[in-house]
């Protein structure tokens, strides 16, 4: 089956979740018309459908090859590349003053989720180089982003990220590769794992952003530093020419994602690769931070776009699976298997997660434009503190979710979901990386609260839950009996979060351990609300919508009854972790650590 990206709930969530208009009205994006909107995302659409998802398949059977020091990507990607660096597709949120198009990144986002649903393989090397960009253009030189940008925004150069090494893992503290000054540049050695697209035959260039040490710099995180380092030099006409000190030694035999080639990277096996210094010494973890956030998002929705694949598959297969017949019905024949209780189930509570995951998200990336373009610096300020606090649910959140709805995917199939010509095993192969890509998801929550709750003792979090209980109100006074269960599910769940954050905040002040112990629950539970309080938002549109007779009814229809499942039925165990994120400090360190 192929992918058809879910166009109708995308424009619901753009406009009526994240509030497309407010900011297409923000300075610079005057351009982002409801028209060009819907240009752009018919003809991501098609390009997804009809040229990504075909790839799919195959680009994971095939997977990328290594020969002789070349990185050889699966029939049909290079071409394909070369059509979305003709028709603009890799410059859409970036600076116009590099070639960029300077369209919203809500916008982005939203393309970014077809991109990644259709073909997840192909999709990495457009995301590490939005995030490459992303770096480059705030903490770059203005020679290095004139050097740059233009070649990487158009697609025809692409940029990695090379972070971690074979000892450090997510602790970068231990990092050991070395630069040394060696006049305008440095030359830096040293070996890189786990680097996607870090080699490959798509582009004519290739932009490594590599972390690595000074000779006098101190032990810790605060002695890296971040350095531009391609593989070919850039000659003084701007274009590739000798070949960089670097190379790719392996590639990684991995679970899933086999398109994508996953690099050992080596720089200066011959003396030194030549690298330029991003801004100064010692600042690299916190200039690579924006590329991670950047990242990050993208790898939340990553989830949720490997949830909306793996559930369409389901979807489609449970409505042609002839098998049984219905409990309790007149006739004994079988039927498709979406007539069955617990299947129906399984499909709504995907439906229901995947509708709650895309508000969340595209609500996070309008706020990273209200951050970026708002007039008012404080009222921008806060922006950011509120996506700062978003960020690490959405990575978190979503990539869990993103597994879960990929193996309810095979369960839906039955046993035909265990045999990899069905293709539901891929999508559940591929997104088991999500949890530990960009920081393991118990980083993530880690994050979550010992830097985001316990930097304003919770208000960003509060401010939200005040959100949504004035959004119960709002509902108390809206007719059905549809909006009423909703409501009162968004009521335990703000009453239920709010309890946390307090509980969070407090330990986070007073016995950090303990609320570490219990920050994935703490996650969880915070991203579960809030899907909740957005899903409500939806209802209660599409309640209004529906009275006014303005829309397709039957979408309406469904969001009600969407909603109203969550509420119900997807939210209420998930409340429960208020007891498990209060209770794991106690227990955690009760054992001692030859016991395990």
């Not at 407010?22 to 997804?48: C, F, M």
Request: hydrophobic share 45%.
């Amino acid at each position: 089956m192929t992918y058809i990206a879910p166009l109708a709930d995308m424009r619901f969530a753009l406009r009526e979740i994240a509030g497309l208009a407010g900011v297409a009205a923000l300075p610079g994006y005057e351009h982002a018309t409801d028209d060009t909107v819907d240009a752009v995302l018919e003809e991501a659409a098609k390009l997804a459908g009809n040229g990504l998802a075909p790839l799919n398949r195959e680009g994971d059977k095939v997977g990328a090859t290594l020969e002789n020091g070349v990185v050889r990507t699966p029939p049909g990607f290079a071409g394909l590349y070369k059509e979305f660096v003709d028709g603009g597709w890799n410059s859409l949120p970036f600076d116009p003053a590099f070639g960029g198009q300077g369209m919203p990144w809500l916008l982005a986002t939203t393309v970014q989720e077809m991109w990644q649903a259709a073909n997840m393989g192909f999709g990495l090397v457009l995301l590490l180089n939005q995030g490459a960009i992303d770096a480059i253009h705030h903490h770059g030189s203005e020679e290095q982003k004139a050097t740059y940008l233009p070649k990487m925004i158009s697609g025809e150069w692409t940029g990695t990220m090379n972070l971690t090494e074979p000892q450090a893992g997510s602790d970068l503290g231990q990092l050991k590769s070395r630069a040394v000054k060696n006049g305008d540049h440095y030359l830096v050695t040293g070996q890189k794992i786990f680097i996607t697209y870090g080699e490959h035959d798509m582009a004519e260039n290739i932009v490594h952003l590599v972390l690595a040490r000074t000779p006098d710099a101190p032990a810790g995180v605060r002695g890296i530093s971040l350095f531009i380092v391609p593989k070919y030099l850039v000659g003084p006409d701007g274009k590739p020419g000798k070949r960089n000190d670097l190379k790719c030694v392996s590639l990684e035999h991995k679970l899933g994602i086999h398109a994508s080639p996953t690099c050992v990277m080596s720089y200066g096996d011959d003396g030194g690769a030549v690298g330029y210094l991003v801004g100064e010494e010692g600042r690299g973890l916190s200039y690579m931070f924006t590329m991670m956030n950047n990242a990050r998002l993208a790898v939340g929705i990553q989830g949720l776009a490997i949830a909306e694949r793996a559930y369409q598959q389901a979807a489609a297969f449970a409505r042609t699976r002839i098998q049984s017949a219905v409990d309790g019905a007149k006739s004994p024949g079988p039927v498709s298997i979406v007539h069955h209780p617990d299947v129906r189930r399984m499909l709504m509570t995907m439906r229901a997660q995947i509708e709650a995951m895309r508000a969340l998200g595209y609500f996070t990336a309008a706020g990273i434009d209200g951050a970026l373009k708002h007039p008012d610096k404080a009222t921008a300020r806060r922006t950011q503190d509120r996506v700062d606090l978003l960020i690490p649910i959405v990575k978190a959140w979503f990539t869990d979710l993103g597994n879960e709805i990929a193996s309810t995917a095979v369960q839906v199939h039955g046993g035909m979901g265990f045999i990899e010509e069905t293709g539901a095993a891929q999508y559940l192969r591929d997104a088991r990386i999500l949890p530990i890509y960009e920081g393991t998801n118990g980083i993530q929550a880690r994050d979550l609260v010992g830097r985001k709750v316990a930097k304003d003792g919770g208000e960003a979090m509060l401010a939200l839950v005040a959100e949504m209980r004035a959004l119960v109100e709002e509902m108390k006074a809206a007719p059905g009996d549809d909006l009423a269960a909703i409501a009162a599910g968004v009521a335990a769940a703000a009453d239920a979060l709010g309890d946390a954050t307090k509980w969070v905040a407090e330990a986070a002040r007073t016995e950090l351990v303990n609320a570490l112990a219990g920050s994935v629950p703490f996650l969880r539970l915070a991203g579960t609300a809030l899907g909740a309080w957005l899903l409500a938002r939806s209802a209660l549109v599409a309640q209004t919508r529906l009275a006014e007779r303005d829309g397709d009814p039957a979408f309406l229809e469904a969001k009600l009854v969407t909603a109203r499942f969550y509420a119900e039925v997807v939210l209420p165990p998930e409340l429960a972790q208020l007891g498990p994120l209060k209770a794991a400090g106690r227990t955690v360190f009760a054992l001692g650590e030859d016991q395990f």
